[in-house]
């Protein structure tokens, strides 16, 4: 059996899970946040057999797409001069974190 952790943007989450359960997996669903951006990440969980890995990495993939936004970036005004203007820079968001461990013991209680 393997635990598969995915770290998907809130944005996805939904659809994803959606995903997952139509194939017939169970998901445990985390809020968590990220650090870059400061966007909101969700962190899903899910224990498979073996066999059914590479569907649910498949799901992930489908699912879990990156994209590009446009954030406004900051630079101090004391590196600038006397005035701050802030101006668009783009940036990718979104995509998933996938971590796969084996598992030795599972129980559903």
């Known amino acids: 059996m393997k635990l598969i952790f995915a770290i998907v943007s809130d944005d996805d989450s939904p659809r994803?899970?959606?995903?997952?359960?139509?194939?017939?997996?169970?998901?445990?669903?985390?809020?968590?946040t990220g650090g870059f951006l400061r966007s909101g990440n969700t962190t899903l969980m899910a224990v498979v057999e073996d066999t059914a890995q590479d569907d649910v990495l498949s799901i992930i993939r489908k699912n879990s797409k990156s994209r590009k936004a446009a954030i406004n970036a900051s630079i101090p005004p004391s590196n600038m001069g006397a005035s701050y203007v802030p101006y668009p820079v783009e940036v990718n968001i979104g995509g998933?974190?996938?971590?796969?461990?084996?598992?030795?013991h599972f129980e559903k209680f």
């Open 96 to 104: 998933a974190t996938v971590f796969v461990v084996p598992v030795e």
């Open 16 to 32: 994803l899970m959606a995903e997952v359960n139509r194939a017939g997996y169970r998901v445990t669903k985390l809020h968590s």
